[in-house]
Every structure is written in C-alpha cells, then in structure tokens.
C-alpha cells in the first residue's frame, strides 16, 4: 500500500503525512506551521508562499520529484500574472501535495516571525500582534432565512478562521451593510483580541480584498518628553519616530510640582490632562503625516509611563500619589477604547494598551524596561537604570528582581541647566578637557567632527553651537572633576587654584568656560557651580536608588550596569563612573540599551505573548519605595560627592586630588554649602 506523502516544512522541521490533494497550507495548519494567510486560502491575498525544494534530502530521508507538488494552476498564473510570483515561489493554499516534499517557509510567510530592526533599536521584535485583517466571504441574504449581515459574517469567520465571539462597536455595524454590498459579499475586517479578551473586537472593515496595512503607536509618555514610533502591525518595522515636549511643564517640571499643582488648584488635575491628551493628538497626527499613512490605519497604542503621568493620562486626579502610602487608583494594566482618551488622530475603534504599573511610585515605563531588559533571566547580577526626570531602576537575575524610581530631577535632560537645552543639532554632546592645558574640545549633534578639528566651524555654521544637552553635561562635569578644575566636594576651582583662565568667577562661585560664540553672535556656554549642583542632586538619587536596591539584596557591587532612556545610548560610561552615577563596576560591563521604556512598548505593541509576559513579571518584582526607606538619605548624602564619599570605586583611574574649599567666602560642596542668613 502506498504510503500518503510526507511534508517536512523549514525552518521549523514539523512533519506529517497528508492525503494527495491536500493544500500545503492546510497541511501546514494542521502541524501548527507558522505560515500566513489574510485571504483564507482564495488566492489573493498571497500571504501563503512557500518555496518547494527538489532533489535528495539524506537528512530528512526524503528525495523529492520534480512533480511533488501539483502543476501551477490558474489561480497561481493569474496572481503571477498580475503581481508577479518570485522564481520557485508557489501559493501555500493553491499547491496540493502530490509526493513527498520538503518545504521552506520564508520569513515573509510567517505570521510570528522575528524582525530584527535598526532604526528605534537593535532589538528582535517577536510578531504576534492582537489587531490583524481577516478576508471572508460572507452569504448572501435569503428570504428564508432572517439572520443578520452581523450573524453570517460572524459565520463566516467561524467556519474560515475559528474566530468565535465577536464584539461590533455601533460605528461599525452602520458600517456593515454598504461595506458588504459594495465588496459584493466580499469583505476585509480588522479584528482585534489580545490575551484578556474573551470575544474578537470589529476595528474596521473594507468592501472586498483589503491591502492596506495596520498600524499602532508605542508611546513612551515621559514627564520631560513624549516620545512615540509608528509601527507596521504585519513586520514591526518602525515607519516614524517622534518626540515632543510634554506640555504638562508649565505646570511643573518634576513629578512632585505637578501633583502640588492639582493639589493646589481645582481642576488642575483635568487641565493637565487636557493639555497631554492634545499634545498626543498633535503626535499622532504628525506621525500619520511623516509615515505616510491615513491616522484611520492607526489601530493600536501602547503607553508607558510613571504612575503620575499615568493617571494625568487617564483623568484621574494624582493627590493621592503625593502622599504615603502612595495609593494608585488600580495597578493593573488598562484596555480601552482611543476615544476613551479623546485620541482623536486615529481609527475611532483603535484600542489603547497601557502596561501595568509596578508601584505608587514605580509605573508602567519601569515595567517597560523589565520586559525590554529581561532582568529575569540573567544569569549575572544586573542593574538596569532608566535615566530620565525620573530614575526606574531594576536590580536583578534569574533569582529576583528589584524595583525602585528615584525622583532625579530633569537635570539629566539638560533642564536646570544654565545653558542646557535638549538634544537638538547644535547642542554639545561630547566633551573632553585636557588636563594639562585645561583645554576643551568638544562636539554638537549634527556634526561628526571635534571642535579642534579642521572644518569644525564650516560643518556647524547652519546649527551653531546652541547649549548642552544631557548626555554633553555629564560629559563635561566628569571631565572637569578628572582635569582637577573640580574637586571631589562638587567645587569649581578659581583660575588661581586650577591655572586656567576659563574658570572664570560668576558670584560667590566660579564657573568654567566652554564655549565663548558672543564674537559671532553666539551664546557663552559655561558650566556653573549652580549646574554641577543640579547634577549631585540627580546623581545622588540615582545612586541612592541603586544602593537602596543593592541593600535589598544585601550586595555591595553589581555583575553589570546597563544604561537605558532616551539618552542612555549616549551616556558614555567612564564619564557616568567618574560622576558616580553608577556604582563601580568593570567598564566593559557597562552597557547602553537605548530608550529601553520605548522598545518593551513597541515589543507589547506587536506582541500579545509580550503583555502576557510582564503582567505576569510585574507580580514578582519586589518593590522599594525610595521615599520611605531612611537609608535613602544617608545614600543620597553620601553620593553627593564626586564620584562618592565612602563607596571605592577601584574601576576608575586614580582622579585629582585637589579641594577647592578655602573655607571662605566660596559656597562649598554638596551640605557643606553655607548660605548667608
Ligand atoms: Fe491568501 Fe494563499 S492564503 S493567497
């Protein structure tokens, strides 16, 4: 008795026997091979290829005839015809199997592939979105029989998809009709359900075969920046990114003033919401614009955020997050509809995802970096530090993971900073002084060049040398303590003290010059005690949070440190020790992960499996709150100094041993600071 053919598909290696006959893609859905299909196996959606391999397989056993597969048929000429087939390309729902065969799936066929992308981040993005498009061909209405369009498309999608309960929003089933009759009973729907949700969800629907494409937003809602990236639902590929500032500043730059700013003012709560929910409109809508895309084909958004920035989100007014216990008003993850969030620069049915918070004071972006940075399966012991207005640090591996924000202040963005700006062309990046000149050097975004390098001030003509943005200042500070023009209390030295005449008094105190542009119009950069004081206050909290943590654990060092946020990519790491941002640890093993926040939203965003995964990661974070632990104090104190009071940090080369503290009239470092009554 003849045997029925054997399939054996790559790359996954699934196998069976399969009547002669049977379509290689329902072949490979019954072995639970990953391979697409929006059309439902009518030939047009071309989802489905496949590539057939000939000849001798002694791996798998097999030896495959040139007529293993049936011959083309009139679909397969037609749609090549048309569009065009790549050689030895065949439709998965159109070839039957004949005799044995071995199949490739390519990467393009398969729903749940791995897309590696370069542009918002290096990362994998694991495709298993929850909104996807479905192709069906609904009956006709009979007279005999007083079922609805909504009940046989629901039929339909039943008996083609396995798609169960269906949820239509009123928008939609006033839709139905005239998309059905238009597509002459034929019909696209973009369907949506994620792992919470027991029904699919209707989100849109085209008369006809659909090939448009879906889209949603990963957006990283920071209380400095709102940062969000337009993805293609089918590949993640990332079709824009942008950034904003978060309106919600004028009412306060940290977290704390906002919260006061609600406390203090009826309705303030509501007017920040107000002014975030426009901010995000303008986003999308600009978004849609730059990738090209109708903000109709925006289906989904993801947020992460921080508690406060959470419930300003929502309309929910933050008092009680100002105070112990620090009480949110739920947790848990949030699934709503975009017109929930007046998020109007989008498909009206668009489903909004927001990550679960971890803590009162430990939020959704905080969960974002767990799931982006996978402490939990470290083998070596890893501190992750999301650097921004607020810190989200995570200590962990395999064993437990820690979890702790620290208020830094938005000094690390270049806010509070006398001549910081935002990473922009024309702000200085890059800084290095040499200690024995004291001279700098020094670069600005837009410009790959030094500033001593021939051509420097050709190629920043157009940007100018505008300020110093965050990642510029940490540079600029560590390279002041290590050319000794500032000591380890935080101290500028006078010109006397250090030699230079670019440390130039400004008050009571003194300041280096940077950069001096008034002879061209341009601004003086200068780095000021009032700076170097704004980044010992942020540095300190970071490092008290990290400690607090290491506390916890009972460690006193770390395996690794990994640098992320929307700057940590271009926080270089000898320059983050010497400032004592971090606690020591070997510099190759100090890494940068990029807007770590932003990729585990994008991650979540094209990944149902993903939310799955940090929900249920969040329950095992330990969680510490830094406002109420009382060593956090004597950690902050003690991180005060340049790189740190007590802690060694035998990674670093020995640094300068000057003090600047004449104990006169200068104002000293860190609580030796004296005000005059
Ligand atoms: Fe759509 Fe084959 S499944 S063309």
Redesign the pocket.
């Given at each position: 008795m003849t045997q029925d053919p054997l399939v054996i598909f790559t790359p996954s290696g699934k196998r069976g026997r399969f009547p002669a006959g049977t379509p290689v893609?329902t072949a490979a859905r019954q072995l639970g091979v990953d391979l697409?299909?929006?059309?439902?196996?009518?030939?047009?959606?071309?989802?489905?290829?496949i590539t057939p391999s000939y000849g001798e397989f002694p791996k798998h056993g097999v030896t495959v005839r040139d007529d293993a597969l049936s011959e083309w048929n009139a679909?397969e000429a037609r749609?090549d015809e048309k569009r065009g087939l790549a050689e030895g390309r065949r439709?998965?729902?159109?070839a039957t199997l004949q005799h044995d065969v071995v199949i490739d799936v390519p990467p393009e066929s398969q729903v749940h592939r791995q897309v590696v992308r370069k542009a918002a981040s290096t990362r994998a993005m694991v495709m298993d979105p929850a909104t996807k498009l479905y192709?069906i061909e609904v009956p006709e209405p009979d007279m005999d029989e007083p079922r609805g369009d909504l009940e046989r498309l629901q039929e339909a999608l039943a008996k083609d998809w396995g798609i169960g309960a269906l949820d239509a929003p009123l928008p939609l089933l006033r839709k139905l009709q005239p998309t059905l009759r238009k597509g002459g009973w034929q019909v696209t729907v973009a369907l949506h359900k994620d792992h919470r949700d027991s029904a699919h969800r209707l989100i849109d629907l085209w008369p006809g075969y659909h090939e448009g494409r879906l889209y949603g937003l990963a957006i990283d809602l920071g209380s400095t920046t709102i940062a969000a990236h337009l993805t293609d639902l089918r590949n993640g590929e990332v079709l824009a990114s942008a950034g904003l500032m978060n309106p919600q500043i004028r009412f306060g730059e940290d977290l704390m003033s906002r919260v006061s700013y609600a406390m203090m003012n009826p309705g303030g709560d509501l007017e920040m919401t107000r002014a975030v929910r426009e901010a995000l409109n303008q986003l999308a809508g600009d978004l849609a614009r730059d990738g090209g895309i109708e903000p109709e084909q925006i289906v989904e958004a993801v947020f992460v955020c921080n508690p406060v920035m959470h419930h300003l989100l929502l309309g929910i007014d933050p008092v009680e997050l100002g105070q112990a216990p620090f009480a949110l008003a739920t947790s848990d993850v949030l699934t709503l509809g975009a017109a929930d969030l007046d998020l109007t620069a989008a498909n009206g049915a668009a489903r909004v995802y927001i990550l679960p918070c971890i803590a009162g004071h430990v939020g959704a972006d905080a969960a974002a970096v767990a799931l982006s940075e996978a402490p939990e399966t470290s083998e070596d012991l890893a501190l992750i530090v999301d650097v921004g207005t607020n810190a989200e640090i995570l200590l962990g591996d395999r064993a437990r993971v820690l979890a702790c924000s620290s208020p830094t202040g938005p000094a690390f963005e270049g806010a509070q900073i006398s001549s910081g700006q935002r990473a922009a062309p024309g702000a200085i990046e890059r800084v290095e002084i040499d200690p024995v000149t004291k001279e700098p050097r020094f670069r600005v975004i837009g410009s790959d060049l030094w500033s001593d390098d021939p051509g420097f001030s050709e190629a920043t003509a157009t940007t100018g040398i505008t300020g110093i943005c965050g990642s510029g200042i940490i540079e600029a500070v560590a390279e002041m303590r290590l050319a000794g023009l500032m000591d380890a209390s935080g101290l500028i030295g006078s010109a006397e003290q250090t030699g230079t005449r670019r440390a130039i008094p400004e008050g009571r105190t003194h300041a280096y010059l940077l950069h001096d542009g008034t002879a061209d119009g341009g601004p003086r950069i200068l780095v000021t005690q009032g700076d170097i004081r704004a980044i010992q206050l942020a540095k300190s909290a970071l490092y008290a949070g990290a400690r607090l943590l290491m506390d916890e654990r009972g460690v006193d060092k770390v395996d690794r440190v990994v640098l992320a946020g929307a700057f940590g990519a271009h926080i270089s790491p000898k320059h983050a020790m010497v400032l004592g941002m971090i606690p020591d640890a070997p510099l190759d093993k100090v890494t940068s992960a990029g807007n770590a926040a932003g990729t585990g939203a994008r991650m979540a965003l094209c990944s149902v499996e993903a939310r799955a995964r940090i929900e249920e990661n969040v329950g095992r974070i330990t969680k510490i709150e830094t406002a109420i632990e009382p060593r956090f104090q004597e950690h902050f104190v003690n991180a005060n100094a340049i790189p740190h009071a007590t802690d060694p940090f035998p990674h670093l080369p020995d640094l300068p041993d000057v003090s600047f503290n004449t104990g006169g009239a200068a104002e000293g470092g860190g609580r030796r600071r004296r005000r005059r009554a």
């Amino acid at each position: 008795m003849t045997q029925d053919p054997l399939v054996i598909f790559t790359p996954s290696g699934k196998r069976g026997r399969f009547p002669a006959g049977t379509p290689v893609l329902t072949a490979a859905r019954q072995l639970g091979v990953d391979l697409d299909s929006v059309c439902g196996g009518r030939g047009i959606c071309s989802k489905c290829q496949i590539t057939p391999s000939y000849g001798e397989f002694p791996k798998h056993g097999v030896t495959v005839r040139d007529d293993a597969l049936s011959e083309w048929n009139a679909v397969e000429a037609r749609y090549d015809e048309k569009r065009g087939l790549a050689e030895g390309r065949r439709l998965g729902c159109q070839a039957t199997l004949q005799h044995d065969v071995v199949i490739d799936v390519p990467p393009e066929s398969q729903v749940h592939r791995q897309v590696v992308r370069k542009a918002a981040s290096t990362r994998a993005m694991v495709m298993d979105p929850a909104t996807k498009l479905y192709f069906i061909e609904v009956p006709e209405p009979d007279m005999d029989e007083p079922r609805g369009d909504l009940e046989r498309l629901q039929e339909a999608l039943a008996k083609d998809w396995g798609i169960g309960a269906l949820d239509a929003p009123l928008p939609l089933l006033r839709k139905l009709q005239p998309t059905l009759r238009k597509g002459g009973w034929q019909v696209t729907v973009a369907l949506h359900k994620d792992h919470r949700d027991s029904a699919h969800r209707l989100i849109d629907l085209w008369p006809g075969y659909h090939e448009g494409r879906l889209y949603g937003l990963a957006i990283d809602l920071g209380s400095t920046t709102i940062a969000a990236h337009l993805t293609d639902l089918r590949n993640g590929e990332v079709l824009a990114s942008a950034g904003l500032m978060n309106p919600q500043i004028r009412f306060g730059e940290d977290l704390m003033s906002r919260v006061s700013y609600a406390m203090m003012n009826p309705g303030g709560d509501l007017e920040m919401t107000r002014a975030v929910r426009e901010a995000l409109n303008q986003l999308a809508g600009d978004l849609a614009r730059d990738g090209g895309i109708e903000p109709e084909q925006i289906v989904e958004a993801v947020f992460v955020c921080n508690p406060v920035m959470h419930h300003l989100l929502l309309g929910i007014d933050p008092v009680e997050l100002g105070q112990a216990p620090f009480a949110l008003a739920t947790s848990d993850v949030l699934t709503l509809g975009a017109a929930d969030l007046d998020l109007t620069a989008a498909n009206g049915a668009a489903r909004v995802y927001i990550l679960p918070c971890i803590a009162g004071h430990v939020g959704a972006d905080a969960a974002a970096v767990a799931l982006s940075e996978a402490p939990e399966t470290s083998e070596d012991l890893a501190l992750i530090v999301d650097v921004g207005t607020n810190a989200e640090i995570l200590l962990g591996d395999r064993a437990r993971v820690l979890a702790c924000s620290s208020p830094t202040g938005p000094a690390f963005e270049g806010a509070q900073i006398s001549s910081g700006q935002r990473a922009a062309p024309g702000a200085i990046e890059r800084v290095e002084i040499d200690p024995v000149t004291k001279e700098p050097r020094f670069r600005v975004i837009g410009s790959d060049l030094w500033s001593d390098d021939p051509g420097f001030s050709e190629a920043t003509a157009t940007t100018g040398i505008t300020g110093i943005c965050g990642s510029g200042i940490i540079e600029a500070v560590a390279e002041m303590r290590l050319a000794g023009l500032m000591d380890a209390s935080g101290l500028i030295g006078s010109a006397e003290q250090t030699g230079t005449r670019r440390a130039i008094p400004e008050g009571r105190t003194h300041a280096y010059l940077l950069h001096d542009g008034t002879a061209d119009g341009g601004p003086r950069i200068l780095v000021t005690q009032g700076d170097i004081r704004a980044i010992q206050l942020a540095k300190s909290a970071l490092y008290a949070g990290a400690r607090l943590l290491m506390d916890e654990r009972g460690v006193d060092k770390v395996d690794r440190v990994v640098l992320a946020g929307a700057f940590g990519a271009h926080i270089s790491p000898k320059h983050a020790m010497v400032l004592g941002m971090i606690p020591d640890a070997p510099l190759d093993k100090v890494t940068s992960a990029g807007n770590a926040a932003g990729t585990g939203a994008r991650m979540a965003l094209c990944s149902v499996e993903a939310r799955a995964r940090i929900e249920e990661n969040v329950g095992r974070i330990t969680k510490i709150e830094t406002a109420i632990e009382p060593r956090f104090q004597e950690h902050f104190v003690n991180a005060n100094a340049i790189p740190h009071a007590t802690d060694p940090f035998p990674h670093l080369p020995d640094l300068p041993d000057v003090s600047f503290n004449t104990g006169g009239a200068a104002e000293g470092g860190g609580r030796r600071r004296r005000r005059r009554a």
